[in-house]
């Protein structure tokens, strides 16, 4: 169901008509996730239910399943249902600020979570410092190789936050290693286990003496060791993912691959709710709200099993 731009623009003038007390309550929140699929995005969404369930709000989910105009029209439809507040995971990176425009125009409050729009952002931004996290993870797998080899790189969808970021941080830690020679790089569209092996499939054919791969999730991180796995190369291949899947995190423990980066999908949920909660309530937020990831390896991973956090 489409907003016109009457409707659009009536929402925002009754928005402001309603003032600050109407406001202070939220009690309805939508929640737009990319891809559920994805067990990066399901932990997220279980923790924002689990956390508005505890304050008696009511969550809307809606699943983008990656397609980003699918995903405008999801959020026009939850403006219609009288939300007070809502999450947004953004489901690529074109058009990804129309739903925040929409919103806004509505008055509806906007939290973004692991990715934000360029030229529209939400009210705030709640995300892994991925450059900061994506450097270590490269640095250690290029570490254990010895400070040299033959590159390559997974990425994930092209132009999102995440993706942008990874590799920025990445590309720190190749910078200090002169001795790498990144050989060959594609991007993914979902970042999905299926791609992470066609793609590393296609690479160990093209560059049969790799020994350093980033894939940008642990999904693509899984499928890549796959591909390796059947390629049987001679050589130790160092592989790396991100995000701190719960079935990356038993493939670590089992030695799959080598190392991710576990990010705090419990908290990032609970840190959305609290935020649309003030935001609804005309309590400021601030405009970027960063965390931590922690570099996992098979020493560590224990910990992470049992308490995801």
Known sequence: MRLNATLVASAALIALSLGSAQAAEVK??????????????????????AEAGKKNIKVITVDAKGDGPTQINQIQDLLTQNIDALIYIPAGAAAATVPTK?????GVPVVN?????????????????????????????????GG??????????????????RMKGCSEAIAANPGVKV???????????????????????????VSIVFAQADALALGAAQAIKVAGPSQKV????????????????????????TQQTQLMGRMAVESATK?????????EQLMDATLTTKENVAGFIANHP
């Open 113 to 145: 979570v692991d990715r934000n729009a360029a030229g529209a952002p939400g009210d705030t931004f709640i995300a892994t410092d991925s450059v900061t996290s994506a450097k270590a993870v490269c640095g250690y797998i290029i570490g254990k190789a």
């Open 279 to 287: 935001l609804g309530a005309g309590e400021k937020v601030p405009a």
């Open 102 to 106: 929409l919103a806004h125009a509505a």
């Open 183 to 209: 050989v060959a790089e594609q991007y993914s569209n979902i970042w999905s286990q299926d791609e992470g092996f066609q793609i590393m499939q296609n690479m160990l054919q093209a560059h049969p003496d």
């Open 28 to 49: 309805k929140i939508g929640l737009a996730v990319a891809n559920l699929q994805a067990n990066f995005f399901n932990q997220i969404k279980q923790s924002v239910e």
């Open 148 to 165: 040299a080899g033959k590159m390559v790189i997974i990425h994930g969808q092209k132009g999102t936050t995440p993706e942008v970021d």
């Open 238 to 261: 160092w592989l790396a993912g991100f995000d701190g899947d719960t079935a990356a995190l038993e493939a670590l423990k089992n030695g799959v691959f080598d190392v991710t980066a």
